[in-house]
Nanobody, 115 residues
Framework: QVQLVESGGGLVQPGGSLRLSCAAS????????MGWFRQAPGKQREWVAT???????NYRDSVKGRFTISSDNDNKMVYLQMNSLKPEDTAVYYC?????????WGQGTQVTVSS
């Protein structure tokens, strides 16, 4: 059974930093893509950043230069370093895994940026 477990969310002031972690288990071969999505109250879930095992990385425009995604393929971990956080980054952040032909989601971790 595939499981994704996130950690690292919390409350931070504007301009602050947080680091999210996601641990994947239950996958028996190399994944296709891992990454992060987020969903703010009253809005649709949106893609934030993705990374492939080969290191191909993509970011949505609004986080470029502030967020950094990285992975540890041996331990099936993905991270999201978030710097210069803004109130509009407030959302539940979800870890995402695409493996074989299926997509999997973590339970989500709340990130709140507020003074």
């Amino acid at each position: 059974q595939v499981q994704l477990v996130e950690s690292g969310g919390g409350l931070v002031q504007p301009g602050g930093s947080l680091r999210l972690s996601c641990a994947a288990s239950g996958i028996s071969s190399r994944y296709n893509v891992m990454g992060w999505f987020r969903q703010a109250p009253g809005k649709q879930r949106e893609w934030v950043a993705t990374i492939s095992p080969g290191g191909r990385i993509n970011y949505r425009d609004s986080v470029k230069g502030r967020f950094t995604i990285s992975s540890d393929n041996d331990n099936k971990m993905v991270y999201l370093q978030m710097n210069s956080l803004k109130p509009e980054d407030t959302a539940v952040y979800y870890c995402y895994l695409h493996w074989v032909n299926d997509a999997y989601w973590g339970q989500g971790t709340q990130v709140t940026v507020s003074s």
